[in-house]
């Protein structure tokens, strides 16, 4: 019998149908990956499991019986926990009472007793914390480790992961599958939502693939491949991207970056002296976890955020300091890191894609509105937008806000561009695309930064990859010499580039 069933669940947002008469099993001691495009319905099927959601009809059975789940406490009490990408813990607690708070009445008890409690618990299920460690002293690994040991601390024998791997660095994400797999020996039941295929394939028993709010197929891992799964999740064939040639190392340096620094908004070093050569028809990348100086980067080098000190050239031209329109007139080019706040959501696509470059289409003081709605036609079958001229940009999808920004970036060819998470939110096909578009901009002779959290797409896509780390670049190497576990080491800070080497930090 399985541990939880979901039977003809079906769940509508107005006029939007998030999940259609969806079917889902999950086995005792299973890790059953849940698979889907953005928008698919695979997250609002688990908040409706977890009682964050109600489901509109259908039926839940946990152990064959027939269950309402009104709430998140109907769940846990039924032995199904939860743990988002965004945690809910009290950093300045400690592990042990971040694990009891809410589970006990009150802190007002031995508190040298509930770590040993904690502790025994952690050892049960193969998780490795200090519980009188303080939350706020612990990476953000470690924090994920917390919340999965509090839904089991309250004794889950389900436990819905949404992206667990999204803000882990390697060394982290096979920490967290050997949690998994150490879990599953003790039969505790598992559902993995990701989007990375790789992940799906070396963590998971069976996956059930989402398309459209329906199931497209429920299968046996092992009798599958990440390209027939990708097929499944976007109805045709994908074959992610091939960079066709090499770059040319000697090729002309574009974008010249010497001795930057800069301050984030509370006025704390965010950048510190960083240098880097970007050439032409080459995409460096630079990876690292989030919060670690890459938006401040991104915002100094297209002129929104001021250097405190430091050279930026493009062409050979002195550009730091400059501001986001002159940035635009000397060859910057920037896809914004937030579509939502790149694009003005009440202004139609074709505003939109003229934004930047308006004195082109006025005349006498007033728009040409002919010629705006020809210039966006031409740029939504360029680009193949799913929008009209006159639509309102907040009515469009995702993927297609960011075709329209990258439309409004690249019609204008130009020599260098900044492209800070390009993909972050986009289902496979869109990212496919976004892809595919900087690869064209490189061949034309483009020179990209291409700073992303994702180190698949790192690796994809670079010639060269920098690692970021506290606002510092710690190692520069070319892609054919990375691996996952260097690379990993140096986001995490554990080891640091030097002239002579690889030095321990």
């Avoid at 150490?182 to 039969?187: D, P, T």
């Avoid at 939109?352 to 939504?380: C, T, W």
Wanted: aromatic share 4%; glycine share 10%; net charge negative.
């Amino acid at each position: 019998m399985p541990v939880v069933e979901m039977v003809g669940i079906t769940k509508h947002f107005g006029r939007v149908t998030a999940n259609d008469h969806v079917d889902f099993e999950l086995e005792k001691g299973e890790i059953h990956a849940l698979l889907g495009e953005n928008g698919a319905g695979k997250t609002t099927l688990m908040r409706i499991l977890y009682g964050l959601y109600q489901a509109d009809s259908g039926e839940i059975r946990v152990e064959g019986k027939p269950v309402h789940i009104g709430s998140p406490r109907d769940a846990i009490k039924l032995g199904i926990g939860m743990v988002t990408q965004h945690f809910a813990l009290v950093p300045p607690f400690t592990v042990a009472e971040n694990v009891i708070m809410g589970y006990r009445e009150s802190l007002n008890m031995d508190i040298r007793a509930i770590e040993r409690e904690v502790a025994s618990a952690a050892a049960r299920f193969g998780i490795a914390i200090d519980p009188a460690v303080q939350v706020r002293h612990l990476s953000v690994g470690q924090r994920q480790r917390v919340e999965i040991l509090k839904a089991l601390f309250r004794q889950a024998q389900v436990l819905i992961l949404d992206e667990p791997t999204a803000v882990l660095v390697p060394q982290e994400v096979e920490a967290l599958f050997e949690t998994l797999r150490h879990l599953r020996e003790q039969g505790i039941s598992v559902v993995f939502i990701s989007h990375k295929l790789n992940e799906v394939m070396a963590i998971s028993d069976r996956v059930t693939v989402l398309r459209d709010g329906r199931v497209i197929d429920t299968l046996e891992t092992a009798t599958t491949t990440p390209p027939a799964l990708a097929r499944m999740m976007v109805g045709r064939e994908t074959f992610g991207v091939v960079r066709q040639d090499a770059p040319q190392r000697d090729a002309e340096a574009v974008l010249e970056v010497q001795g930057l620094y800069a301050e984030d908004d509370r006025g704390l070093p965010a950048i510190k002296d960083i240098s880097l050569v970007v050439r032409a028809g080459e995409i460096l990348g630079i990876a690292g976890v989030g919060g670690n100086g890459q938006t401040e980067l991104a915002e100094t080098l297209c002129g929104i955020r001021r250097p405190s000190r430091g050279s930026i050239r493009v062409k050979g031209r002195e550009v730091a300091g400059a501001s986001p329109a002159e940035m635009t007139a000397a060859g910057v080019g920037r896809i914004p890191e937030d579509r939502h706040t790149g694009l003005v959501g009440d202004l139609t696509v074709a505003e939109n894609l003229v934004m930047e470059v308006l004195p082109r289409f006025s005349r006498y003081g007033r728009l040409d509105k002919k010629q705006i709605h020809a210039y966006a036609q031409q740029l939504i079958e360029q680009f193949q937008i799913k929008a009209r001229p006159g639509d309102r940009a907040r009515t469009l999808s995702g993927g297609n806000l960011q075709k329209v920004l990258l439309a409004r970036v690249l019609a204008n060819q130009p020599d260098v561009i900044i492209a800070p998470q390009p993909t972050r939110g986009l289902d496979v096909g869109a990212t496919e695309y976004v892809h595919n578009q900087l690869l064209a901009q490189r061949r034309r002779g483009a020179a990209i930064l291409l700073i992303s959290e994702d180190l698949d797409e790192i690796m994809a896509l670079s010639d060269r990859i920098a690692v970021i780390y506290e606002g510092e670049i710690v190692g520069v190497l070319p892609v054919e010499d990375a691996d996952v576990e260097h690379l990993g080491l140096l986001m995490s800070g554990v080891v640091k580039e030097t002239q002579h080497g690889t030095a321990e930090v």
